[in-house]
């Protein structure tokens, strides 16, 4: 079993259809290499314009024909892959109020939990503590590829 790290494409080449691309070559070189399987650990193409949604709920959404509400997650059903669950802790990123303000480019005038732009959760804050914290999930994906 091998596991992919990151497919990332610059913001000017989104939506022609590379993810995929990218992915049958991953796939392709993984299987080339003798590994019978690839796991993913899959961060939500869209999953940040819905951060109060528990990831849990958002990796069951389903459009029309069934397949995976979440672009990414599509591409990744299209080429026959499962879903093995979610990681609620993948990443967490403590830091400072004020790390957190120029990170969000925001501010945080009192202690709560703060909707931060392409976060997939929001940002806890206590400003008591000087602390903010974020925990992001992410989601398993196994390709069987032999």
Known sequence: MVSALQIALAPAHRGKGLSSVMLD?????ALAQGFRDLVAPVRPSSKSRYPLTPMERYVGWTTADGLPFDPWLRVHARAGAETVGVCARSMTIPGTLAEWEEWAEMRFPESGDYVVPGALNPVT???????????????????RLA
């Open 25 to 29: 070559e991953m796939r392709r070189v």
């Open 125 to 143: 804050i206590d400003v008591e503590a000087n602390r903010g914290l974020y925990v992001e999930p992410n989601v398993w994906i196994r390709h």
